[in-house]
């Protein structure tokens, strides 16, 4: 592995054991829910990172049915399936901090349903990705991601219309966070935000190097077809 | 998009070839002369082959018949909650009816050849599209006319509050499912097994209409409050959908 990534990879090591410790250490203990509480500075900035990947393969998705390039695909494909990881991690976080905290595991609020049907619409676009031919792929994934981002607004809206158990966003929500909570959540984003950049940059090297081979395949069964 | 520019290109360059060769000028209802032409005969020759076969509706209408049956044996249909389960019953009915015939939709053009030679002509896509979406809309609304008497003698209902919201909502409700299958139906079938596809697709994205729905058809059956916001929330989510549905199904029509 050349030395740049390697760097790149202790960078995002550092950062994350950083995150953590500010996390667990140095973040004061909530006062009602206890040590419990301390998940919030996973589940959250998972959620933040997750929207942040969607956002970007909505961007790249335009940016494809405008230029067709593969470029923009590949960036696609790989922020929906990082992007998708940290939602699962949002989804099995959650409950893990609600169970103690609520009583209960899951609840049909808006915030959890938004956010679970956010993941069923992210697995459809993968699906369509993994089933349909390779030829016309990225086009009717591009088209679906613009369906799955329009959506969004209705999915919270029509949820939120329901009476909500989750507690308020955070941010422009009162603002009653530790300055210490505060520095560890976004001293855990930024870990986040860089482990998620890693990943994408190697599923990005992987995508342009299987796209490679898929090439290099189809030219040589022409060349073999066509006569020497 | 550049494909279709491109192909209009090239069929201005020749306008006196394609009149000739492609359009059949005995029959007014064919020619490429305008758009609404072109959106009219496709839904017409939809309605007229549905009319002579009737396989859409019989299929929606009998599938639509066994929910109605199966929900009976999973709820007490005629106990006191039966009204406020009874907007979802009918709408997840509706849901998965629809899906039936939806996913018909396509299959007769593929069979035929005529998407490739739509793909070719000077026909706007967005024609083809609109008129399989009102086709779709058409039979989904005649198998709700023909399914709402049935479930309001199975499941006792009795209308409680304003009973002229409910052709609204059902007329936004219905849009809202169609025009979406209608599009999800097309990206389906350039995929493997179709059929399962489209669900996949459709139900996912639908959550908020089909909620709106269900939330207002409550709304009214029980008369408790307003049913505003998602009659709303229903007529703004057809036009985004159908704007977006509109401004795409070319670039899926020429997906290669």
Request: glycine fraction near 6%; charge should be neutral.
């Amino acid at each position: 592995m050349k030395t740049p990534v390697l760097i790149a990879i202790a960078l995002v090591v550092a950062l994350l054991a950083f995150g953590l410790y500010q996390g667990l250490v140095v973040a004061p203990t909530e006062q009602t829910m206890g040590d419990v509480q301390r998940i919030f500075y996973y589940h959250v900035p998972s959620a933040w990172t997750g929207i942040l990947l969607f956002t970007v393969n909505f961007v790249a998705s335009i940016w494809y049915l405008f230029r067709r390039t593969t470029v923009s695909d590949s960036i696609a494909v790989t922020t929906a399936e990082v992007g998708l990881v940290f939602w699962t991690i949002v989804l099995i976080t959650g409950p893990i901090w609600a169970r103690p905290v609520w009583g209960i595991w899951w609840t049909w609020d808006a915030r959890l349903t938004s956010t679970l049907v956010l993941w069923l619409i992210y697995v459809s676009y993968l699906i369509v990705r993994r089933f349909s031919s390779s030829g016309q792929t990225a086009v009717l994934a591009a088209a679906l991601a613009v369906f799955g981002f329009a959506d969004v607004p209705f999915v919270y809206l029509s949820i939120w219309f329901f009476r909500t158990q989750h507690p308020q966003p955070v941010i422009g929500g009162g603002g009653k966070l530790d300055p210490t909570m505060w520095h560890a959540v976004l001293y855990n984003w930024l870990a986040f935000s860089a482990f998620a950049a890693l990943l994408c940059w190697f599923r990005y090297q992987l995508e342009r190097k299987q796209r490679d081979v898929e090439e290099t395949i189809a030219l040589e069964s022409l060349l073999e077809g066509s006569p020497r | 998009m550049r494909d279709g520019a491109m192909r209009d290109g090239a069929m201005r360059a020749t306008p006196s070839a394609t009149s000739t060769a492609v359009d059949a000028p005995r029959d007014p209802m064919t020619t490429a002369t305008g758009a609404p032409s072109v959106l009219f005969a496709t839904l017409m020759k939809d309605l007229r082959l549905e009319w002579r076969s009737k396989d859409a509706i019989n299929s929606m209408l009998f599938f639509a018949l066994l929910v109605v049956v199966v929900f009976s044996f999973s709820f007490d249909p005629t106990g006191d909650d039966a009204r406020r389960i009874a907007g979802g019953l009918i709408w997840v009915a509706f849901l998965f009816a629809a899906v039936v015939a939806l996913g018909q939709t396509w299959a007769r053009e593929v069979r035929n050849q005529v998407l490739d030679a739509y793909r070719v002509s000077t026909a706007p896509a967005n024609d083809l599209f609109l008129a399989k979406a009102l086709g779709n809309f058409l039979f989904v609304s005649v198998l709700e006319v023909v399914m709402t008497p049935l479930f309001v003698v199975f499941y006792n209902l009795r209308v409680i509050g304003p009973a002229y919201l409910l052709p609204v909502i059902a007329v936004l409700g219905t849009w809202a499912l169609v025009v979406n299958g209608t599009f999800f139906a097309a990206i389906s079938l350039r995929t493997r097994s179709r059929e399962v596809m489209l669900p996949l697709l459709l139900f996912p994205i639908s959550i908020p209409a089909l909620l709106g729905m269900v939330e207002a058809t409550k709304i009214v059956l029980t008369g408790e409050s307003s049913a505003k916001f998602w009659i709303v929330l229903l007529a703004v989510y057809d036009l985004v959908f159908t704007t977006v549905c509109l401004s795409l199904f070319e670039t899926v029509l020429n997906a290669e």
